[in-house]
T-cell receptor, first 113, second 112 residues
Framework: QQPVQSPQAVILREGEDAVINCSSS?????VHWYRQKHGEAPVFLMI?????EQKGHDKISASFNEKKQQSSLYLTASQLSYSGTYFC??????????????FGQGTILTVHP | ETGVTQSPTHLIKTRGQQVTLRCSSQ?????VSWYQQALGQGPQFIFQ???????GRGNFPPRFSGLQFPNYSSELNVNALELDDSALYLC???????????FGSGTQLSVL
C-alpha cells in the first residue's frame, strides 16, 4: 500500500524550515527520500534503514520511527535550490527486492526569495 | 547526473500500438528497475531485472514486458497501448545488493 505524505504542498521563504512526513500502514525495512524537479529525474537524498540512526546531509536530515512506520524529512534554513517535489519510497519488511519501492504521492515544496 | 540514460525522451503513440523504451544503466550496475509516473503522482514499480531475468513485478498487466541484456541495459515493451498508459516512464539502475537507486530522466509517453 502506498505511503501517505503530508503536507501535500509547502510554501516557504528562503531561510525558513520545513518538515515533510511519510506514514505507512505496513511494517517497513527502509525509507528512501528523493527530490524531483520538473522534467528531471528523481534525485536520491537519503535512506533510513530499520534499526539505523537518524541521518543528515548538510541542512537536510531525516528520522525513521519503526514502531509507528513513520519517517520525517527535515529541511532547515531552506534555499531556493530546495524547491521541487519530495517523495518518500518505502520497502516492506518481508524480503521485498531492493529495487521495489512504493512511493508516496509527493510533497511540493516551493521556496521564494 | 546519475549516468543512467533513457531513450527516447518523448514519444507519441496511438491507442493499440506497441512501444519500446530503452535504458542504459550506470557503469557497474547490474540491476534495472522500471517505474511508471502518472502526472502529479509518485512513481509506481513495474518490474526489476537482474541477470537478464525478471526479479520482482508490480501490479501491471502482462502487456508490460521487459528485457535485460548482457551489458545490463534494458528495454520496456508495452503492447496494445491504452490512453491510461500516458505517463513518464523512469528507469533506475542499482547493484543487486544495494538499496540505493539511480534514476534516469525518463521517457514521456503520450497515447492519443
Amino acid at each position: 500500500q502506498q505511503p501517505v505524505q503530508s503536507p501535500q504542498a509547502v510554501i516557504l521563504r528562503e531561510g525558513e524550515d520545513a518538515v515533510i512526513n511519510c506514514s505507512s500502514s505496513k511494517a517497513l525495512y527502509s525509507v528512501h527520500w528523493y527530490r524531483q524537479k520538473h522534467g528531471e529525474a528523481p534525485v536520491f537524498l537519503m535512506i533510513l534503514l530499520k534499526g539505523g540512526e537518524q541521518k543528515g546531509h548538510d541542512k537536510i536530515s531525516a528520522s525513521f520511527n519503526e514502531k509507528k512506520q513513520q519517517s520525517s524529512l527535515y529541511l532547515t534554513a531552506s534555499q531556493l535550490s530546495y524547491s521541487g517535489t519530495y517523495f518518500c519510497g518505502t520497502r516492506g519488511d518481508g524480503g521485498t527486492s531492493y529495487g521495489k519501492l512504493t512511493f508516496g504521492q509527493g510533497t511540493i515544496l516551493t521556496v521564494h526569495p | 547526473e546519475t549516468g543512467v540514460t533513457q531513450s527516447p525522451t518523448h514519444l507519441i503513440k496511438t491507442r493499440g500500438q506497441q512501444v519500446t523504451l530503452r535504458c542504459s544503466s550506470q557503469s557497474g550496475h547490474n540491476t534495472v528497475s522500471w517505474y511508471q509516473q502518472a502526472l502529479g503522482q509518485g512513481p509506481q514499480f513495474i518490474f526489476q531485472y537482474y541477470r537478464e531475468e525478471e526479479n520482482g513485478r508490480g501490479n501491471f498487466p502482462p502487456r508490460f514486458s521487459g528485457l535485460q541484456f548482457p551489458n545490463y541495459s534494458s528495454e520496456l515493451n508495452v503492447n496494445a497501448l491504452e490512453l491510461d498508459d500516458s505517463a513518464l516512464y523512469l528507469c533506475a539502475s542499482s547493484l543487486i545488493s544495494s538499496e540505493k537507486l539511480f534514476f534516469g530522466s525518463g521517457t514521456q509517453l503520450s497515447v492519443l
